[in-house]
Structure formats: C-alpha cells, structure tokens
C-alpha cells in the first residue's frame, strides 16, 4: 500500500476475519495510537529541585492549565520529562514579566520538540548508551541513544511505531494460538 497506513487486521480476510471470529477491525478503520509513557519520572520534589519551583506553585499552574496533571495522585504521583521541559519554559517565559494567560496561550502553541529547542537545553544523553527495549520474552530491541545536544524526535517516534506495531502483531498472535 503507497499510503502508508496500515490496513486494518484481518482485512485481506473480509470483514471479519479468517474464521469469522469477529476479532478484528471492520475495514476502514485504524488502529489507535496507543499512550507509551516516558521512561524518565520524577516526583515533585524533583522537579523543585530542578526548576526551582516550588511544589505548591507547581500545583497551580497544573490546576491553571499550564501544565498536564501529574501521573497518580498523593505522594506516589510522578512527572515526566515534558512537565520539566515546561515548567523551564514558564520560568524562562516570566522572566520577561509575560502574564500566566500569555504564558499558557504560548505553551499551548509548541510541542515538546518546540520547547526543547526554545530553551535550548540537553535532552540527549551526554554519552553515547543503549537502550534494551523488551517486547516478547524472546524478542529484544536494542537502541542507541546518541550523544548530544538535539534529540532525533522523528527517530524516537518510529521507534514508539515499531514497539506499537510489534505488541499489535504479538497480540494477533497469541489470540490466533
């Protein structure tokens, strides 16, 4: 296919499916993006320590919309790097005494990438690493993570594709065993 979009599964089968069980998608419909969270979690206390933000400040601008809830609630609640990233661009952002309604209608405007590189901080490893990503008990997936300034966004979304795509053909098969 030159579109690019994977057909929906069982579709060269019919509608539904190779036996008919009903499994699979009707035809014309995508399969879903599925949610894969940051490895790298920080608690609140983290983050003060690297924004010099104090947690009751990071608390309102997460109930002002500034910033995404945390992950959980109470005292095991954890924050990923994208709330660092934009608890740095608030901070850089009032410093130029912007208001918390310009503030939140500038955050609302960039991605992550964006702000990364507004900032201009390091999201890479500062020295070459491999990261071993497991997704079967026997199907490994190694992946170097360069050393650098600049992080390769589009190389780590097709890596989030390949780790998705793999866990939908893994599910298709253990359902057909």
Same mark, same amino acid.
């Given at each position: 296919?030159?579109?690019?979009?994977?057909?929906? =599964?069982?579709?060269?089968?019919?509608?539904?499916?190779?036996?008919?069980?009903?499994?699979?998608?009707?035809?014309?419909?995508?399969?879903? &993006? =599925?949610?894969?969270?940051?490895?790298?979690?920080?608690?609140?206390?983290?983050? &003060?320590?690297?924004?010099? =933000?104090?947690?009751?400040?990071?608390?309102?601008? @997460?109930?002002?919309?500034?910033?995404?809830?945390?992950?959980?609630?109470?005292?095991?609640?954890?924050?990923?790097?994208?709330?660092?990233?934009?608890?740095?661009?608030? =901070?850089?952002?009032?410093?130029?005494?912007?208001?918390?309604?310009? @503030?939140?209608?500038?955050?609302?405007?960039?991605?992550?990438?964006?702000?990364?590189?507004?900032? &201009?901080?390091?999201?890479?490893?500062?020295?070459?690493?491999?990261?071993?990503?497991?997704?079967?008990?026997?199907?490994?997936?190694?992946?170097?993570?360069?050393?650098?300034?600049?992080?390769?966004?589009?190389?780590?979304?097709?890596?989030?594709?390949?780790?998705?795509?793999?866990?939908?053909?893994?599910?298709?098969?253990?359902?057909?065993?």
């Amino acid at each position: 296919m030159a579109t690019g979009r994977r057909p929906a =599964v069982g579709a060269e089968h019919g509608r539904n499916g190779a036996g008919g069980r009903g499994r699979s998608l009707p035809r014309g419909r995508t399969i879903p &993006e =599925v949610h894969i969270p940051d490895r790298h979690r920080y608690t609140i206390a983290e983050l &003060e320590q690297h924004t010099a =933000v104090p947690a009751r400040t990071i608390r309102y601008y @997460i109930s002002q919309g500034l910033i995404a809830p945390a992950h959980g609630r109470g005292p095991s609640a954890t924050y990923d790097r994208d709330h660092l990233l934009r608890l740095q661009a608030i =901070v850089r952002l009032k410093e130029t005494n912007a208001p918390l309604d310009d @503030i939140k209608a500038t955050l609302a405007e960039l991605s992550d990438a964006d702000i990364a590189a507004m900032l &201009e901080i390091e999201t890479a490893p500062p020295e070459d690493r491999w990261r071993r990503i497991e997704l079967h008990p026997d199907i490994e997936l190694h992946v170097r993570e360069r050393a650098g300034k600049r992080r390769d966004y589009d190389f780590e979304r097709l890596i989030d594709k390949l780790v998705r795509l793999t866990n939908l053909e893994l599910n298709d098969y253990r359902g057909s065993r």
